[in-house]
């Protein structure tokens, strides 16, 4: 996005609504509040849930890549493991070694898949994260619309500045909690396997003493 257009704005006279950029479609708040609005907010951790998934696309999106990077997590060390076991004798083959250039690139497009994925999974969480932040604001401000004179009385302006503002901020964390909540329980259960599947020798249990 070019911001240009709007700092040469504000240079000029303040800014109003009609200078902010266009909003993406699955951001606009209208749109992005219709599968929202028959969700019940009695309780925090169904609530959470029910956000992530209702927004769609990103939410699926997030745990794919979360996979595919544990997978690359977990298959890194294993490679990295294959290239120096087979370094030393790469010196004395007669022949090419086939074996430790093959490991060496799958290292090497490993690391950088990582760092491919990366910011993919952090964009696709903010835009998880956004998409509730404005699903949420709205219902809140339809809710407010709605409440009777006595009841708006009630409830300052800062009330719903709080909620706005902080409180559904911090609900639509469920972008980064929920996928890395996921990925800590994977990584655990896949290293347990890991672990149960290789044999824990004399020189294993040194090994893992000494750390």
């Known amino acids: 996005m070019d911001a240009a257009p709007i700092i040469r704005a504000g240079r000029a006279r303040p800014l109003v609504a009609s200078d902010a950029p266009p909003l993406a ?35 699926r999106t997030v745990v794919a890549i979360t996979v595919v990077r544990l997978a690359i997590a977990l298959a890194t060390p294993l490679l990295l493991h294959a290239v120096l076991a087979r370094l030393p004798a790469a010196r004395a083959a007669a022949s090419f070694p086939l ?19 990366s910011p993919h999974w952090f964009y696709q969480s903010l835009r998880v994260r956004s998409t509730i932040v404005n699903a949420v604001n709205r219902r809140i401000v339809a809710h407010a619309l709605r409440l009777s004179r006595s009841a708006r009385g ?43 599947s290789c044999s824990a020798g004399p020189r294993s249990l040194r090994s893992a003493r000494s750390l």
């Open 99 to 117: 074996a430790l250039v093959s490991f060496a690139v799958l290292l090497g497009l490993a690391g950088i898949a990582s760092a491919v994925l």
């Open 25 to 59: 479609p699955e951001l606009e708040p209208r749109a992005a509040s219709a599968a929202f609005d028959s969700l019940e907010y009695d309780r925090f951790w169904p609530l959470a849930l029910r956000l992530f998934v209702t927004t769609g696309r990103p939410a």
């Open 154 to 196: 009630r409830m300052g302006t800062g009330d719903l500045v709080n909620h706005l503002g902080g409180d559904t901020d911090a609900l639509a964390e469920v972008g980064f909690v929920l996928p890395e909540g996921l990925n800590a329980a994977l990584t655990i259960v896949a290293s347990f396997v890991r672990s149960r």
